[in-house]
């Protein structure tokens, strides 16, 4: 994720590191803070790979600040994270997030698609926090107000976000269908 965020944000823009990890901990939340420590290793990794360029330019006060630029194998190895996005990074919701946040750097509406129908088949699936027998529980089972007040979140979250997913989906959808005459549509039109 760390190398998504860090060539997603240089796709919007060109950015100084510490403008990179302020917008990093805005996305990724401050329970999960990226360090120094394993920020300026990832941009010098970046950088080495030929996916990241820094620029030295004066700074406001004495030092100078380096500025990251994203060059064209960033891009497109951003593009490859984001086509490649499964496992944790759609089923995790923060790490989805995360590929939401660039998902339209994306140019092809199918892959974008592919990525979004792989979280809604995730959700879609039968899953519980807490399970008995083997099978998963649901909040009716349940009698601590805490685990029912997680499951009852959960629910209502994972609703909305499908609710949000078939509706891009289907948007796609109906562009596509508007857009294709077919063969009906073809010959009314002769």
């Not at 944000?9 to 120094?36: I, W």
């Not at 060059?71 to 086509?83: K, M, N, Y």
């Amino acid at each position: 994720m760390l190398d998504l965020m860090i060539l997603g944000f240089l796709a919007d823009s060109p950015l100084h590191g510490y403008e990179l990890r302020q917008k990093m901990a805005q996305l990724n939340g401050h329970a999960r803070t990226v360090s120094d420590g394993a920020l300026y290793p990832a941009i010098r990794r970046l950088r080495e790979a030929g996916h990241v360029t820094s620029t030295e330019e004066k700074g406001r006060a004495a030092a100078a600040r380096r500025t990251l630029r994203l060059t064209d194998g960033g891009r497109a190895r951003l593009l490859e994270l984001l086509r490649g996005a499964d496992g944790a990074d759609v089923t995790d919701q923060s790490r989805f997030f995360v590929v939401l946040a660039f998902l339209s750097h994306l140019p092809e509406a199918d892959a974008r698609d592919a990525v979004l129908r792989r979280r809604l088949r995730f959700l879609e699936g039968a899953r519980s926090f807490f399970t008995a027998d083997g099978e998963p529980l649901r909040a009716a089972r349940l009698t601590d107000p805490y685990r029912v007040g997680m499951m009852t979140i959960a629910h209502a979250t994972s609703r909305a976000e499908m609710a949000w997913l078939r509706e891009q989906l289907g948007k796609r959808r109906d562009e596509e269908q508007s857009q294709d005459p077919g063969p009906a549509r073809e010959s009314e039109s002769r």
